[in-house]
Nanobody, 125 residues
Framework: QVQLVESGGGSVRTGGSLRLSCAAS????????VAWFRQAPGKEREWIVY????????YYNSDMRGRFTVSQDNAGNTVYLQMNNLQPSDTAMYFC??????????????????WGQGTRVTVSQ
């Protein structure tokens, strides 16, 4: 059973940076789709980026490209989300999710079967 644990959220001022981590356990295959989503209060969950572990395959939501950068550790067990120049509109709960062993990664949350508990990001002016 895949388990995901996010960390690294917090409160920052506008223009600040945070690095979120998603620690995964239970992967049985080398390549797995891991995505970051966020959900702001009163809004639907929004896809940010996905990465296929142990590969160079990744894809960003065009609205997030440039300020957000995804990366992974050498083992493919931890996925990071570096967020720069944060704005109040980035305030949300951030989740990582996994679609273990998928051949193709999706951008819809319906494809992701394992979810972390989320980490809260608050950006104030």
């Amino acid at each position: 059973q895949v388990q995901l644990v996010e960390s690294g959220g917090g409160s920052v001022r506008t223009g600040g940076s945070l690095r979120l981590s998603c620690a995964a356990s239970g992967f049985t295959r080398e390549r797995n789709c891991v995505a970051w989503f966020r959900q702001a209060p009163g809004k639907e969950r929004e896809w940010i980026v996905y990465i296929k572990t142990n590969s160079d395959r990744l894809y960003y939501n065009s609205d997030m490209r440039g300020r957000f950068t995804v990366s992974q550790d050498n083992a493919g067990n931890t996925v990071y989300l570096q967020m720069n120049n944060l704005q109040p509109s980035d305030t949300a709960m951030y989740f990582c999710a996994a679609d273990p062993g998928a051949a193709v990664c999706g951008i819809s949350e319906k494809y992701y079967t394992s979810w972390g508990q989320g980490t809260r990001v608050t950006v104030s002016q």
